[in-house]
C-alpha cells in the first residue's frame, strides 16, 4: 500500500514550480471585450504562460501588414511589449483609452478591440499621434470577430483590421505542424 502511494505522488512532486496555462488567469473578469482583450494581450507577450515567444507577436504583426491599408509594413522581429488599457489622450485631450498598444524599439501599434469593425467613439487620429510619439512608425488596429466596412467611419477606415479567426488560424496552423511545441504544451 505504501508502494502505490510513493507511485501516486512522485509525478507530483516532480512538477515544476513554473506558472502554468489557466484560462481563467487570463482572461480575469468583465465584459466580453475585455475579456478578448486579455486573451489577445496574454497571446502578445512573448513572455506569457503560453511558451509561444514572440510568434504569435509574428503572426500578428504580418496580418497588419497584409492588411490594404498598410503602406510601409511594420517589422515583425521588433521586440514588442504589450500593455492594455492605455491611456492615449495626450495632454490636451479628454481621456480615450486603447485596449492593447504593441510597442517596440521602432514601431507601436495601437490596437482597439471591439467585435465589429466599429471604433465606437475612439479617436482614431489620438490612437495614432499615441503611437506616432517619439518618432515611432505607427499603426492603428481594429482587432475584431466580423468585418463590416460600412461602420469604418470617423477615419477608421485608415485602420489595418485583424480578426480573430485570421489570426488564430494562422496559429492553430503553425501549432498543429510543431510536433515539438505541441509535446511541451498539450
Known amino acids: 500500500m505504501a508502494h502505490d502511494l510513493v507511485n501516486a505522488m512522485v509525478p507530483v512532486l516532480g512538477r515544476s514550480l513554473d506558472p502554468e496555462f489557466n484560462v481563467f488567469d487570463v482572461m480575469h473578469h468583465g465584459l466580453h471585450e475585455k475579456q478578448v482583450s486579455n486573451v489577445f494581450g496574454w497571446l502578445l507577450n512573448r ?11 509574428r503572426i500578428f504583426v504580418d496580418a497588419v501588414n ?3 491599408q498598410t503602406v510601409e509594413a511594420l517589422p515583425a522581429d521588433d521586440v514588442y511589449r504589450v500593455q492594455q488599457e492605455v491611456d492615449t489622450s495626450g495632454p490636451q485631450g479628454r481621456a480615450d483609452i486603447a485596449d492593447l498598444v504593441l510597442e ?12 465589429t ?18 518618432g515611432k512608425r ?3 488596429v481594429l482587432l475584431c470577430g466580423k468585418v463590416q466596412s460600412h461602420l469604418l ?6 485602420a489595418a483590421v485583424v480578426t480573430y479567426g485570421n489570426v488564430i488560424d494562422r496559429l492553430y496552423s503553425e501549432l498543429s505542424e510543431d510536433r515539438a511545441y505541441r509535446k511541451v504544451h498539450p
Open 117 to 134: 469593425t466599429d471604433g465606437h467613439g475612439h479617436d482614431y487620429q489620438r490612437y495614432l499621434a499615441h503611437g506616432a510619439r517619439e
Open 138 to 140: 505607427a499603426r492603428v
Open 104 to 115: 517596440g524599439e521602432e514601431s507601436v501599434l495601437v490596437i482597439e478591440n471591439y467585435f
Open 47 to 57: 513572455e506569457g504562460t503560453h511558451g509561444l515567444g514572440d510568434r504569435f507577436v
Open 153 to 158: 467611419t470617423n477615419e477608421w477606415d485608415q
Open 66 to 68: 497584409a492588411d490594404p
